[in-house]
């Protein structure tokens, strides 16, 4: 009895955690449509411009994302092993991979940015890196407003 309690149990968990994790993509990809609607008029792109534009940004983000999940596992190893307990020569060669990452990132951005600009031409590519400014501070300014109700409520 015990068994199937904790079978069921297990199961309202692992329900739960894809539930949540559903919203969490949900919302991530409301955000982003969110952000591609503020840029398309904010930049003043065409149709043609955006339908090229966000294809050429999407194959950017996927491969920075998986260069951030590599970056992201060797860091988590290195703080279950713990910053004390590593040696300079492992801690030295950890910081290097980094300034790797690092690098390879910004190598990508500016390889894209390339090709953004060869899609919308230098003065949209300024407005696109503009409006990605501004739609962090209105993304931050919405949370901050949402922040500030819970807290009165």
């Known amino acids: 009895m015990k068994k ?3 079978l069921w149990m297990l199961g309202l968990l692992t329900l739960s955690l894809a539930v949540n994790a559903q919203k969490g993509d949900d919302k991530r990809e409301e955000i982003k449509k969110e952000k591609r609607e503020f840029i398309n008029q904010y930049c003043g792109f065409t149709d043609a411009e955006a339908e ?20 992201r596992k060797e860091l988590k190893s290195l703080k279950e092993k713990g910053l004390d307990n590593l040696g300079d020569d492992e801690l030295k060669r ?21 090709k953004l600009m060869d899609i919308v031409g230098v003065k949209k590519i300024a407005k696109y890196y503009d409006g990605e400014r501004e739609f962090r501070k209105k993304l931050i ?9 819970q807290d009165d409520e």
Do not use: C, P
């Not at 999407?58 to 999940?69: I, W």
């Open 4 to 6: 199937k309690a904790g």
């Open 52 to 71: 090229k534009f966000w294809k050429v940004e999407d194959d950017m983000n996927k491969r920075l994302n998986e260069m951030r999940t590599a970056s």
């Open 94 to 114: 950890a910081m290097e991979n980094r300034k790797n990452v690092e690098q390879k990132m910004l190598d990508i951005r500016w390889e894209y940015h390339q």
């Open 141 to 149: 300014g919405e949370l901050k407003d949402k922040q500030k109700e």
